[in-house]
């Protein structure tokens, strides 16, 4: 997924992004409010990552005028605030989720990952796709029963076509799923790891739609 991390504390900050990077995410670590409006007009992200006391403002605003705007991006909240009063706020104003610091790095990438199913409209983390049995929470595939080994890069691609199982999705569509800003991309990136999915999960999974882009298919 392309996530946008909103966070000010620059340890913090680095530490999550290495962990979503870990698993297979690109990330776009921002610091400051101003900068994370620019950032949600020029880029469409998969889910944000919101801290409440900023620099430059408060998270809550930030988010109640996402939502204002008809922007529907899933939100987690990290913040210090553990009052029953501020988790409530926090849920009025739009959050999908809402982890209170310190928190441990694992389970951020498991509410990440069940924010993620609910919006793909499939909370459920079992699914069969053709002879593939795929589990979203532990992000294992088995292929006729024998365990398929992926790597981030490869579990990243191939989650962005199961999220979106009817959808062409295009080369573009599918970098900014895998490179934050700035990062180098190589010209033929993609038809790389598609042609290894391909290998790993059977030919048919995905389908060139010459010119226009990739979808899911049928193994």
């Known amino acids: 997924m392309r996530v946008l991390l909103i966070e000010d504390n620059a340890g913090l900050g680095q530490a999550v992004r290495e962990q979503l990077a870990d698993d297979g995410h690109a990330v776009d670590w921002i610091q400051r409010l101003d900068h994370a409006d ?39 909240i990290m913040t210090a605030g553990d009052q029953i009063s501020d988790r409530i706020a926090g849920l009025n104003a739009g959050a999908d989720d809402y982890l209170v610091k310190p928190f441990d790095l694992f389970e951020l990438s498991a509410r990440i990952a069940a924010v993620a199913r609910r919006y793909s409209g499939n909370p459920n983390p079992q699914l069969q796709l053709g002879e593939l049995q795929i589990n979203l929470s532990d992000r294992t595939v088995h292929r006729a029963g024998l365990a398929v080994e992926l790597t981030a890069r490869e579990w990243a691609l191939f989650e ?17 799923r895998l490179y934050a800003f700035g990062a180098e ?26 010119g226009m882009g990739y979808r899911l298919g049928v193994s």
């Open 185 to 210: 991309i190589e010209s033929n990136t993609i038809e790389v790891y598609i042609s290894r999915l391909r290998k790993k999960l059977g030919y048919s999974m995905i389908e060139t739609v010459r």
């Open 38 to 76: 620019t950032s949600v007009h020029t880029t469409a992200y998969d889910l944000i990552l919101l801290d409440l006391v900023l620099p430059d403002g408060h998270g809550l605003d930030f988010l109640r005028w996402r939502r204002a705007a008809g922007d529907a991006t899933p939100v987690i």
């Open 160 to 176: 962005a076509f199961i999220q979106r199982p009817s959808a062409l999705l295009s080369k573009s569509q599918l970098e900014e």
